[in-house]
């Protein structure tokens, strides 16, 4: 079954992290833990999702941040019914460190798409489209104290509006997770 993969915004990019090759959790960040896959199949029921693949993972210092990516993918007979569903996590070392909404905005507007405030998610939650109407690429950013950005992001075939409602109930779930 073909699996479809987001990859990490370019604004995490933009902070100047570099990627290393080896996948495994790292200082105790990992996304897989923090999102799992029964908070997506709550969200978005009826659909089952497989059991999450752990990608690309940056091991923190004290001057760089951890960051630890997840994604897990609907089952599906066809790529037109597959929903791709990811968390990525990044984590400063400080508190001076930590992307601020402000910044992450800032990437966003790379994208040429509108950001949407969020409520009920902390101060700077917001979401951005950066697929189109009929295939939407969802990207839902929350900032959790001063040192955490997660970015939960779909893509796939479903409506923007429900996509971000089960993408907020998702983000609300895991607000308690490190």
Same mark, same amino acid.
């Given at each position: 079954?073909?699996k479809?993969?987001?990859?990490?915004?370019?604004?995490?990019c933009?902070?100047g992290?570099?990627? #290393?090759?080896? $996948?495994?959790?790292?200082e105790? +960040?990992d996304a897989?833990?923090?999102?799992?896959?029964?908070?997506l199949? =709550?969200a978005f029921?009826?659909?089952?999702?497989? @059991?999450g693949? +752990?990608? %690309? =993972?940056?091991?923190g210092?004290?001057?760089l941040?951890?960051? #630890?990516?997840?994604?897990?993918?609907? %089952?599906?007979?066809?790529i037109?019914? +597959?929903? #791709? $569903? #990811?968390? *990525?996590?990044?984590?400063?070392p400080?508190?001076? /460190?930590?992307?601020?909404p402000?910044?992450?905005?800032l990437?966003?507007a /790379?994208?040429n /798409?509108?950001? @949407?405030n $969020?409520?009920?998610?902390?101060?700077?939650?917001y979401?951005i489209?950066?697929?189109s109407?009929?295939?939407? *690429? +969802?990207?839902? @950013?929350?900032?959790?104290?001063?040192?955490?950005?997660?970015?939960? *992001?779909?893509?796939?075939?479903?409506?923007?509006?429900?996509? $971000?409602?089960?993408?907020t109930?998702?983000a609300k /779930?895991?607000?308690?997770r490190?």
């Open positions: 079954m073909p479809l993969f987001l990859c990490l915004p370019i604004a995490v933009i902070a992290l570099a990627f #290393s090759s080896k $996948v495994a959790a790292v105790g +960040l897989c833990k923090i999102m799992q896959k029964a908070d199949e =709550t029921a009826p659909r089952k999702f497989d @059991n693949t +752990l990608a %690309q =993972t940056v091991k210092s004290g001057k941040a951890a960051v #630890s990516d997840c994604t897990y993918t609907s %089952q599906g007979g066809s037109k019914e +597959l929903l #791709s $569903v #990811s968390l *990525s996590v990044r984590r400063a400080t508190d001076a /460190a930590g992307m601020k402000e910044q992450a905005r990437g966003a /790379a994208f /798409a509108p950001v @949407n $969020v409520s009920g998610l902390g101060e700077g939650a979401w489209n950066i697929g109407a009929k295939s939407p *690429s +969802l990207q839902l @950013n929350v900032f959790v104290g001063q040192r955490e950005w997660r970015l939960f *992001s779909t893509a796939g075939r479903i409506d923007i509006e429900k996509g $971000v409602a089960n993408l109930q998702i /779930a895991t607000m308690a490190q």
